[in-house]
């Protein structure tokens, strides 16, 4: 999963990207609102910490054009404004969630967990898929009820395979999400990993849909792999 903050305290900014790379997230940072707004009208990301008092452009007015682009990234607004008409403000802008300043870092890493797991249709934190389990909470992976290893990439590829259980992911789509914008993307890459993780995995968890990309289904849905028409991002 791929994340932007943008946060002009450079101490904050740093803090808040070491927890969420330690969360096992991808991070690409800006510091004022024009290149927060530029880097989410460019980039793709699962979600977007939008600080509010921002330099150049603030926060609203980065949501706002964010929305007017047609971004439909979930966005939680981190902000030192508490008033409740400022939070009216920023929802109305197209806000999902808002955190005050100051926060625990256990509660920003919930709230984004919960914001990428609804914007892709799960309801808990707990995403299966025939014999495997993943704990996006914990960022554990199980198979048939035993726990495996997995490196970062591997794990990051197999979460955004996850969350979007059902639907064709294509290469592309693949390498947008899990590399940040200053990586030498080669979507080679993705299927050695994609090769690992079936190692690792067993089974025909990952399907690949020929021509499109992949496909994590069950194996009793395996057969209709094949049959997907419509064209992956």
């Known amino acids: 999963m791929r994340l932007l903050v943008v946060e002009d305290d450079k101490d904050l900014n740093r803090q808040i990207v070491a927890a969420l790379n330690g969360a096992g997230y991808v991070v690409d940072r800006a510091f004022d609102g024009e290149e927060g707004l530029f880097l989410g009208e460019t980039e793709s990301?699962?979600?977007?910490?939008?600080?509010?008092?921002?330099?150049?452009?603030?926060?609203?007015?980065?949501?706002?054009?964010?929305?007017?682009?047609?971004?439909?990234?979930?966005?939680?607004i981190l902000t030192?404004?508490?008033?409740?008409?400022?939070?009216?403000?920023?929802?109305?802008?197209?806000?999902?969630?808002?955190?005050?300043k100051p926060f625990h870092m256990e509660e920003l890493l919930a709230r984004l967990r919960a914001l990428v797991r609804r914007s892709t249709g799960h309801a808990t934190s707990d995403l299966v898929c025939g014999p495997v389990r993943l704990d996006t909470k914990a960022g554990r992976v199980a198979v048939n009820g035993q726990t495996i290893k997995?490196?970062?990439?591997?794990?990051?590829?197999?979460?955004?395979?996850?969350?979007?259980?059902?639907?064709?992911?294509?290469?592309t789509e693949i390498v947008e999400h899990l590399y940040d914008q200053d990586f030498d993307r080669d979507s080679n890459t993705v299927e050695v990993f994609v090769g690992r993780l079936r190692k690792?995995?067993?089974?025909?968890?990952?399907?690949?849909?020929?021509?499109?990309?992949?496909?994590?289904?069950?194996?009793?849905?395996?057969?209709?792999?094949?049959?997907?028409?419509?064209?992956?991002r």
């Open 45 to 76: 990301y699962d979600a977007i910490v939008l600080d509010l008092g921002l330099p150049k452009l603030d926060g609203v007015a980065v949501l706002e054009g964010l929305r007017k682009a047609g971004r439909a990234t979930p966005v939680l």
């Open 80 to 100: 030192a404004r508490d008033r409740w008409s400022e939070k009216v403000q920023a929802f109305d802008a197209g806000a999902d969630d808002y955190v005050t």
């Open 150 to 171: 997995l490196t970062s990439h591997e794990y990051r590829l197999l979460a955004y395979l996850m969350h979007h259980m059902g639907r064709v992911v294509s290469r």
């Open 200 to 232: 690792k995995l067993g089974g025909e968890i990952i399907q690949t849909v020929r021509g499109m990309g992949y496909l994590v289904a069950p194996a009793a849905d395996g057969e209709q792999a094949g049959k997907v028409t419509g064209p992956a």
